[in-house]
Structure formats: structure tokens, C-alpha cells
């Protein structure tokens, strides 16, 4: 438990899930400068304007109409689905108060954040157009994409090295935040074309054979956590080795096949932590109110640093081992 972040990064034998998880601490301490990034995400997303495009969604969804050429049947479902969409988007409320400011913490890739699960402080700026809506959309993500391929690139330099060296990172910049625009525009493909076409027709045969949207709905589940374990570690390998999303994928597939049942315990407390601190955290920022907020950023920004040059150490140990294993049988 005591040994420190370089002693864990050279070892040959990767080390235990604790330690590693220590490693990961040890290192962000060393360059805890980083959360610099993090912080004034959320500074600007907790006190800046609150961009809503609540008016016009509800508006969109009013006035959708099936698309020309549909038979009957078809029409009314998805005429039943936009009512219900819309009886859902006013009652929760959620989507209609949701800051678009947010997108510059990208979900899943982007930097850590906690104002992102709380109401903005800033005035409300509502977003009437679609053509604006896009623009205000697109330039989040890629300002987010930018932010976090500055932050991860740089910690996991720190991992690699012991220490982030922003004057010796600038020429990864350019590549890593290209690669992480395209693992997300990957996701999100993926997303559209496998993902929602599945969950609709799930949805449509819910009512009229039950049996095979039960199967269709374990096969998702399956398959979708399949896809938790086994690409875990892309964004980290897309960082730490420096590789397009399509390696990465593999070298994350390769890492978690070679290290299952370790891999396993340590995703499970990776989730355990990130998504029950933060609940401490919301707690701290009801009772003291700006200050509790202050620290809840600050505090869930350092944890989810950690966590993350935790993982990134757990999956360099093991990528390094595995490449010298597979030198060697050559």
C-alpha cells in the first residue's frame, strides 16, 4: 500500500486493484494542477447562462407529424410515441430546464464535473430555432471534446511519465482530440443505427408478442454489458498508448480478455465510488449551499481525477505486460 506511483508504473508484475487505485491518487497529487480543467468547467456551467432549449422542443414535438408515405398502423404508433415524448417531457421538466452549457462536460469522455447534476446559477437564455440549437450543440461538444483531450492527454502523460509536461504534450493535442471526435461521432452511430432501431422495435412488439420483445430486451441487456466490461479501457487506451478508436477498442478488448476477473473487480469499484461519492457531495452542497457547492466541485473533481489516472495506471500496467509478453513469443 505503500509503494509509490513510479515503483507501481515500473513494476513488472501489475499490481493489485488498491494499489493501482492509490498509483492513480498519488500521481494526480503530483500534477494536481490539472484540476484546474475540471474546476472552471464547472464554474462557468454553475454560474453562467443557463441556455435552454425547453421552448422549442416542446414546440417540435406539437407539431411533428409521421413522415409522408407510412401506413396507418405505423403512423398511430408513432403518433402515440410523440404524445407520450411530450407528456413526458413536461411532466419531468428535466429536458426543458437542461443547460446546454452542460455539453462542455461531453457525457461519458468529457472532464469530470458536478455541476452537471445541478440547477445553473446564471440567467436563462431560451434557444428558439433548430439552426441555433445545432450551433449552440455542436460548439459545446467540440469545445468539451477540446477541454477533455487537454485534461486526459495530460494526465495520462502523467501516468506514462510521473509528470505532465503540457510544452511536451502539444504535439499529441491535435491527433488525441481528433480521435476522441471520433469515438463519440462512433457512439453515437452506433447509437442511432443498432441501438434506438432495437429499444423502438422492443417497444412496438412489447404489446403484440410480448415473448420476442422479451428476448430482443435480454439480448440488449446482454449486450450492453459485454460492451461496459470489454470497452472499458478504449478511452484510456486512446490516451495512455496514443492509438485511433478502432485500436483502441482493441487493445481494450485485449487487456480486459487477458485480466478478466481483476478487470471486473476493478470496474465495480470504480462505479461504486463515482457514483456514490457524488451523492456525499449533493448532500454537502443542500446543507451548506455555496460553500457545500464549492467544495462538492472541487472534492468530485479530485475523486474522479483519481479514478481516472487509476484506470489509466490499471490499464498501462497490464498493456505494457501484454506487449512484452507477446514480443517475447516472437
Known amino acids: 500500500m505503500n509503494r509509490t506511483a513510479p515503483d507501481a508504473r515500473a513494476s513488472s508484475q501489475p499490481t493489485g486493484v488498491i494499489d493501482t487505485l492509490q498509483a492513480g491518487f498519488n500521481t494526480l497529487n503530483r500534477n494536481v494542477w490539472l484540476l484546474i480543467l475540471p474546476v ?27 413522415p409522408p408515405g407510412v401506413d396507418s398502423t405505423m403512423a398511430r404508433s408513432l403518433d402515440q410515441l410523440r404524445q407520450s415524448s411530450l407528456q413526458a417531457v413536461r411532466q419531468d421538466g428535466e429536458l426543458t430546464q437542461y443547460n446546454l452549457l452542460k455539453l462542455l462536460a461531453v457525457p461519458v469522455v468529457g472532464v469530470p464535473s458536478f455541476a ?15 439552426g ?6 455542436g460548439a459545446g461538444v467540440l469545445v468539451g471534446l477540446c477541454v477533455a483531450a487537454l485534461f486526459y492527454g495530460l494526465l495520462a502523460q502523467a501516468v506514462r511519465e510521473g509528470r505532465a509536461l503540457p510544452q511536451r504534450f502539444l504535439a499529441d493535442f491535435a491527433a488525441l482530440w481528433i480521435w476522441l471526435l471520433s469515438l463519440l461521432a462512433l457512439v453515437v452511430v452506433i447509437g442511432l443505427g443498432i441501438v434506438l432501431p432495437v429499444a423502438f422495435f422492443a417497444s412496438l412488439l ?15 441487456l446482454a449486450a450492453s454489458l459485454w460492451a461496459i466490461v470489454y470497452l472499458f479501457f478504449t478511452t484510456h487506451a486512446l490516451f495512455v498508448s496514443r492509438v485511433p478508436p478502432l485500436t483502441a477498442v482493441q487493445r481494450s ?4 480478455r487477458h485480466n478478466f476477473w481483476s478487470t471486473l473487480f476493478f470496474i465495480a469499484l470504480f462505479i461504486v465510488i463515482s457514483t456514490g461519492l457524488p451523492k456525499v457531495w449533493e448532500v454537502i452542497a443542500d446543507v451548506l449551499q455555496v460553500p457545500g457547492i464549492v467544495l ?25 505486460r501484454l ?4 514480443s517475447d513469443h516472437k
Open 253 to 256: 478488448v485485449e487487456v480486459v
Open 206 to 220: 412489447a404489446s403484440t408478442v410480448p415473448t420476442i420483445s422479451a428476448i430482443l430486451s435480454t439480448f440488449a
Open 132 to 137: 441555433a440549437a445545432g450551433a449552440v450543440v
Open 40 to 66: 472552471a468547467i464547472d464554474l462557468i456551467i454553475w454560474l453562467g447562462p443557463q441556455i435552454s432549449v425547453g421552448a422549442l422542443t416542446d414546440r417540435l414535438l406539437v407539431n411533428a407529424a409521421p
Open 296 to 320: 462538492g466541485i472541487v472534492g468530485n473533481d479530485y475523486i474522479l481525477a483519481g479514478l481516472a489516472a487509476g484506470s489509466m495506471t490499471f490499464y498501462y500496467q497490464r498493456v505494457s
Open 323 to 326: 506487449t512484452a509478453t507477446q
Open 116 to 130: 452537471v447534476e445541478r440547477p445553473s446559477e446564471g440567467t436563462t437564455v431560451s434557444v428558439d430555432s433548430v
